[in-house]
């Protein structure tokens, strides 16, 4: 297991379009993170799956974000008619239940919307 | 918001330890610290935790007050690999408390 894999890195797109990112958590651990983060700013929170159920969506995610963990395993974030203000690195992490262990980030992916 | 304060920036030199402080004066009894740090373009890296005592793993030491209001993170012999922003963050262990909650962190400069 190579850790927890974002795809793609990076992805340009105009305004108003949709856009989809993946995440393939460490295939043991059940619980998976969406965090966005821009530019000078630490990370924050998203969403949160336990296995296949979303327990947790902060008040960042408008009607037009949704993210999806079907079967428990890899997850996807979709933004609908993105805006300017999207733009920023999506971050995704996994865990396995809490016993107090730190979390495993991917590497990101850097969305742009022109 | 985090309930942490770290300064924005530090400097080290290369084979030097690197101390980076971090002041959590609101921290409750059973709030751990963690410490993560992000390399550029990267996602954050967890490095280390600890509740009370110090820690000490193969990346750095942990060292918390008896107080619990402060922590200072250890690198031993930094290097310029270790050039990152180092976030301090506190958080209960287990049940619903999974939120990571990151401030601004401090950009580490390891120089030559």
């Known amino acids: 297991d190579t850790g927890v894999s974002q795809d793609p890195r990076h992805k340009i797109t105009k305004r108003g379009q949709n856009v989809t990112f993946r995440c393939d958590p460490i295939?043991?651990?059940?619980?998976l993170y969406w965090y966005r983060q821009t530019l000078g700013q630490g990370p924050e929170f998203l969403t949160y799956?336990?296995?296949?159920?979303?327990?947790?969506k902060s008040r960042l995610l408008s009607d037009r974000f949704s993210a999806e963990r079907p079967k428990g395993s890899f997850s996807t974030l979709e933004i609908q008619r993105t805006e300017q203000g999207d733009s920023a690195m999506y971050l995704c992490?996994?865990?396995?239940?809490?016993?107090?262990?730190?979390?495993?980030f991917g590497s990101g992916t850097r969305l742009t919307v022109v | 918001d985090a309930k942490t304060t770290q300064p924005p920036s530090m400097d080290c030199a290369e084979g030097r330890a690197a101390n980076l402080p971090c002041n959590h004066s609101t921290i409750s009894g059973n709030e751990y610290v963690y410490w993560y740090r992000q390399i550029h373009s990267q996602g954050p890296q967890y490095i280390i935790h600890g509740l009370k005592n110090n820690e000490t793993n193969e990346m750095a030491s942990l060292i918390i007050t008896e107080d619990r209001k402060s922590s200072t993170l250890i690198l031993p012999h930094a290097t310029l690999r270790d050039t990152a922003v180092y976030y301090c963050?506190?958080?209960?262990?287990?049940?619903?408390?999974?939120?990571?909650?990151f401030g601004k962190g401090t950009l580490l400069t390891v120089n030559p």
């Open positions: 992490a996994s865990s396995s239940t809490d016993q107090g262990g730190g979390y495993t």
């Open positions: 799956f336990q296995n296949e159920a979303q327990l947790e």
């Open positions: 295939s043991e651990h059940n619980r």
């Open positions: 963050i506190v958080r209960v262990v287990g049940g619903s408390n999974y939120k990571l909650t």
